[in-house]
């Protein structure tokens, strides 16, 4: 299993009316943490695009236990439960400063081929990579 945690600090145009963290921007939190934990493990999105693959979301689940807030250094762990095929999910877990968890969730991304949108394998590099964390 990998596990990678990225911090972020909650800027005022993330919240709402009534300063907590709109609903929405989780799923973007989850993205900052899913690219960098695949940083953490040295990978890199940018050359595995470059090189003709993309990872669109299939599917997206997060359950909201309590609110960010405004200026809050939230704490993101990602974890890859199992080695990639022609999917990948990553699982999140988002604390606050007090080291309440906030929001948890998980996605499933495909690797598909940029030109015809096919189903793929995971580039070489990264399942050479994460395979470590699973022996």
Known sequence: MFKAKTQLRVRYAETDQMGFVYYGNYAMYFEVARVEAMRTAGFSYREMEDSGILMPVLESYI??????????????????????????????????????????????????????HQPTRPPKNLTELLAPYFN
């Open 63 to 116: 359950t909201y236990l309590k609110p960010g807030k405004y200026d809050d250094l939230l704490t993101i762990h990602t974890v890859i439960p199992e080695l990639p095929s022609v999917k990948i999910r990553f699982e999140y877990q988002v604390s606050n400063e007090a080291g309440e968890q906030i929001a948890r969730g998980w996605t499933t991304l495909a690797f598909i081929k940029k030109e015809n």
